[in-house]
């Protein structure tokens, strides 16, 4: 009678350490990192032109100075220098930004023979104003375009793009007894 007894609780200890260590009794919670999508706004380099006026644009007077050297027989040099009043193509350009930049005031004039083409480069602080000229011997029709420098900024735009972020989630599993008193107790 005490070898049943013996063997009926050896049997006993044995299903009770196979229950403690195989089946899953117990939930425990544990955390991951879950991997989503989402959509956010950025910022974009963008060049944009400086900021300008022009402030007037006219036809005027001006004057233009020649200037010749003549040689005689390689001894003697002669020196000539006279001024011719011709019409001048004015424009006026005022930086309204707020940075300095360059100004680049391009002329196209139509002479009676030809087409003659003119770049003034003006250098101006925020609120100058400079006067670009372009003279001419006979100024029939002129026309003029102002390019101005570029500023680079950040802005935020419209657009949106998708971007994979990550973030915490908290799941549930079951544990054996014998697992979670050795790691989660």
């Known amino acids: 009678m005490g070898k049943k007894i013996g063997i009926a609780v050896g049997i006993i200890i044995l299903v009770a350490a196979l229950v403690v ?9 544990y955390t991951v990192m879950v991997d989503y999508q989402d959509t956010e706004p950025y910022e974009v380099q963008v060049a944009e032109p400086l900021d300008y006026q022009v402030v007037n644009s006219y036809v005027g007077q001006g004057t233009i100075t020649h200037e010749t050297s003549t040689v005689i027989g390689g001894i003697g040099e002669s020196h000539h220098t006279w001024e011719e009043t011709v019409p001048v193509a004015y424009v006026v350009v005022q930086n309204t930004d707020t940075l300095s930049g360059t100004f680049t005031v391009s002329f196209s004039v139509s002479e009676p023979l030809d087409e003659l083409f003119l770049h003034r480069t003006l250098s101006l602080d925020p609120n100058e104003a400079q006067t670009a000229e372009c003279p001419a011997y006979e100024l029939g029709d002129w026309n003029y375009e102002v390019t101005p420098s570029t500023k680079t900024e950040y802005k935020q735009v419209e657009k949106q793009r998708t971007v994979t972020k990550q973030r915490p989630e908290t799941r549930y599993k079951e544990v054996t007894l014998l697992d979670y008193l050795l790691h989660y107790y």
């Open 21 to 29: 260590c195989l089946v899953p009794l117990k939930t425990v919670a």
